[in-house]
């Protein structure tokens, strides 16, 4: 009904602590499981994401609301600009950010945000130690001294030019 009157249609979505946003249903439908609630006929009220808090899915409304702002013109220049907006987009994020950012484009199915997220994190990534790594992720070491020793000697080329710490 909405359509008709030429008035975008929206969506309440809700997040994990309680936080109700709208946002134009175009935009939302960039993800393919609130989507795939449209279509099911489950979107009628409010649309729960259980999985994504209200300062993350505030994040994710942005994206969504910017990506889906660019006009088509044409395949190639659409994706450039695309391209330009999700690398700004996620530029200036912390790792903890970025963290439930990619937490929330796999809940939401949302693959040229996952893709976004997860080149920034490499780039983040790149060059730090294995000690960094593990503290980041919470990775806990199960190699003995000798063990992470013998992999070091092993494959010595991964460790060049990586930045060093008291793991390393």
Do not use: Q
């Amino acid at each position: 009904m909405a359509a008709e009157t030429g008035t975008p249609t929206t969506l309440t979505l809700k997040s994990n602590d309680d936080e109700l946003f709208s946002v134009v249903e175009s935009a939302a439908i960039l993800s393919v499981t609130i989507r795939n609630m449209v279509e099911d006929g489950c979107a009628g009220g409010v649309i729960p994401l259980v999985n994504v808090d209200g300062k993350t899915l505030a994040r994710v409304i942005t994206y969504m609301n910017g990506i889906s702002a660019i006009p088509g013109v044409g395949a190639a220049a659409e994706e450039e600009k695309k391209k330009s907006y999700r690398d700004k987009f996620v530029s200036d994020m912390d790792f903890e950010t970025l963290a439930d950012m990619v937490l929330a484009a796999n809940y939401l199915n949302m693959s040229c945000l996952m893709d976004a997220v997860s080149a920034k994190i490499a780039r983040v990534m790149e060059k730090k130690s294995v000690g960094w790594v593990r503290r980041k992720f919470g990775i806990e070491n199960d190699y003995t001294p000798e063990e992470e020793a013998a992999v070091k000697e092993e494959h010595k080329w991964t460790f060049e030019g990586v930045e060093t710490d008291d793991d390393n």
